[in-house]
């Protein structure tokens, strides 16, 4: 990773891994249809469908069905329009926009559930990595942030439906899917060619597809071999150093199971836009708040929601990282976040 610039987005993105862009150069050299019945055709249909279980696998969703689109924005539409669901406060807008009404959350950004089999929830919280407890029967559960970083099995979790997308576990951008368990209706928004079966028409993006199944596989093994612990180390560390160099800090969620890369920090009387500037200019990715809201910083919704004014929801950052941070990287962005939070207080004094 490079010394001049840090990248401390991974919530956002996450870059894309070696396996994945190996994998996708492999799918470009196909040239048959999935749907297609000739010989390149069943190649390409082959490389779908082993995609297809890997993913499963790496998920816990065997017997489950994995039906591909565009990212989870569009699974979060074809799991949610029409079914007059109610979401936490704190939902992802991907999924909130097709929600009737939000469910109120407490200080630390958890739900208490009525009717699960009308609730749409997510499982970690993209902005806070607080991470909620799904009750069973649950409708939907937006899967896109803890997919890769945490454990867990879709089988297990008990939901009928799960948001996944590729390029928060270091695939390409441009796919994701919807896990649908066995039996459960999923009426296409997208008519035509009968793809997916039935539930999403449309040539499949067999290249993406291909690329999210290998950072799928690799995402599983990192998790296995620890990786992600040693991630939720570095991000305590980082939390320690920016407390102690400035007490008045508020690190949202601390105390909260959260995923183990995210740190939420707010800094009073330092806007978050003007934070991620200076860390920009100073060589370090940072963000203040969700990755889609077409590039604007605003207030965050989802810290109002928590019971935060809208004042310090505007003075809040996100910092996530990922694996290959070393120890050196977040005490280097430790030392250059407090030596300009020290500049912005003496401005404003």
Request: aromatic share 4%; proline share 4%.
């Amino acid at each position: 990773m490079s010394m001049t610039r840090l990248y401390l987005d991974w919530n956002a993105t996450a870059p894309l891994r070696p396996e994945a862009k190996a994998a996708m150069v492999a799918a470009m050299e196909l040239v048959g249809n999935p749907s297609s019945v000739h010989a390149e055709g069943r190649a390409a249909k082959s490389l779908l469908e082993k995609s297809r279980a890997k993913i499963a696998a790496a998920l816990g969703a065997e017997g489950a069905d994995i039906v591909f689109t565009s990212g989870a924005t569009e699974a979060a539409a074809l799991a949610c329009a029409g079914r007059g669901l109610v979401c936490a406060a704190v939902e992802h807008d991907a999924v909130a926009a097709w929600c009737e009404s939000s469910l109120p959350v407490d200080g630390q950004g958890r739900v208490a559930v009525g009717d699960p089999t009308r609730t749409a929830l997510q499982l970690a919280n993209s902005e806070t990595g607080v991470m909620q407890e799904l009750p069973a029967g649950l409708a939907v559960s937006d899967l896109t942030q803890a997919f890769g970083k945490v454990p867990f099995a879709f089988n297990w979790l008990g939901c009928e439906m799960g948001l996944i997308s590729a390029h928060k576990l270091g695939g390409p951008k441009g796919i994701g899917a919807l896990v649908v368990r066995q039996g459960v209706e999923v009426p296409p928004q997208m008519k035509g060619g009968g793809q997916e079966m039935g539930r999403r028409a449309g040539t499949e993006n067999l290249i993406g597809i291909a690329g999210f199944a290998a950072a799928a596989e690799a995402a599983a093994r990192d998790l296995a071999n620890g990786v992600w612990d040693e991630v939720a180390e570095l991000r305590n560390i980082l939390e320690l150093q920016l407390s102690a160099a400035a007490i008045e800090t508020i690190s949202v969620g601390n105390g909260s199971p959260r995923l183990p890369n995210t740190l939420c920090l707010i800094a009073p009387g330092w806007k978050g836009e003007t934070q991620v500037m200076a860390m920009d200019l100073a060589g370090f990715a940072v963000s203040a708040g969700s990755a889609c809201s077409s590039g604007k910083v605003r207030a965050s919704r989802v810290l109002t929601a928590m019971g935060f004014s809208e004042t310090l929801a505007a003075q809040a950052i996100r910092v996530s990282i990922g694996p290959g941070v070393r120890q050196d990287d977040v005490l280097r962005f430790g030392d250059a976040w407090t030596a300009a939070y020290a500049k912005a207080r003496a401005r404003a004094a």
